[in-house]
T-cell receptor, first 111, second 115 residues
Framework: GEDVEQSLFLSVREGDSSVINCTYTDSSSTYLYWYKQEPGAGLQLLTY?????DMKQDQRLTVLLNKKDKHLSLRIADTQTGDSAIYFC???????????FGKGITLSVRP | GAGVSQSPSNKVTEKGKDVELRCDPI?????LYWYRQSLGQGLEFLIYFQGNSAPDKSGLPSDRFSAERTGGSVSTLTIQRTQQEDSAVYLC?????????????FGQGTRLTVV
């Protein structure tokens, strides 16, 4: 079945790296995503990774995928106050399947 | 349109009234999703459309909730006899089905408050 788990809150100091973790249970998931939701705003896709990849880097963002443990992580380098938001991981087994989100983690960046 | 459009952006209704929420997906996107986000909660899946049919409506909380999609485009989510626990932000997203671009584009949501 599909279930996505995330912890709820993370606080980091500006300039430090943030690591946000996610565990999913559907081993057939082909597409895995990270979304960001700023206060009062809609969800914005940050990055995604296909299941045939182990890592993807996009500027300050690094996504790591451990398929054996069904573990997905998002590392944000040089975290800024503008990174404060709720971060959701999401999975989808295939193009014709529903998108399942985790509960989200609130990242708070302190000066 | 350029993005997913939802209307109204805010809706305040009295308990027991019916409400209709509208979603205009991105032109050409065949898949459409409805989610609900309650205060402090994650995204709760409600229903998913592929074209005009709904392969998965397992997330609808009760028979007071229904949704339809016509012409493979606009979708409406209807909540009958609203209750206070229905208060939440209702989010709509659309995705293209085929091809490598599988990003889900979200609308800004409809904030529903039942008083």
């Amino acid at each position: 079945g599909e279930d996505v788990e995330q912890s709820l809150f993370l606080s980091v100091r500006e300039g430090d790296s943030s690591v946000i973790n996610c565990t999913y249970t559907d081993s057939s998931s082909t597409y895995l995503y990270w979304y960001k939701q700023e206060p009062g705003a809609g969800l914005q896709l940050l990055t995604y990774i296909f299941s045939n990849m182990d890592m993807k880097q996009d500027q300050r963002l690094t996504v790591l995928l451990n398929k054996k443990d069904k573990h997905l992580s998002l590392r944000i380098a040089d975290t800024q106050t503008g990174d404060s938001a709720i971060y959701f991981c999401a999975e989808r087994p295939g193009a014709n399947s529903k998108l399942t989100f985790g509960k989200g983690i609130t990242l708070s960046v302190r000066p | 349109g350029a993005g997913v459009s939802q209307s109204p952006s805010n809706k305040v209704t009295e308990k027991g009234k019916d409400v209709e929420l509208r979603c205009d997906p991105i032109s050409g996107h065949t898949a459409l999703y409805w989610y609900r986000q309650s205060l402090g909660q994650g995204l709760e899946f409600l229903i998913y459309f592929q074209g005009n049919s709904a392969p998965d409506k397992s997330g609808l909380p009760s028979d007071r909730f229904s949704a339809e999609r016509t012409g493979g485009s606009v979708s409406t989510l209807t909540i009958q006899r609203t209750q206070q626990e229905d208060s939440a932000v209702y989010l709509c997203a659309s995705t293209p089905v085929v091809g490598r671009n599988t990003e889900a584009f979200f609308g800004q949501g409809t904030r529903l408050t039942v008083v």
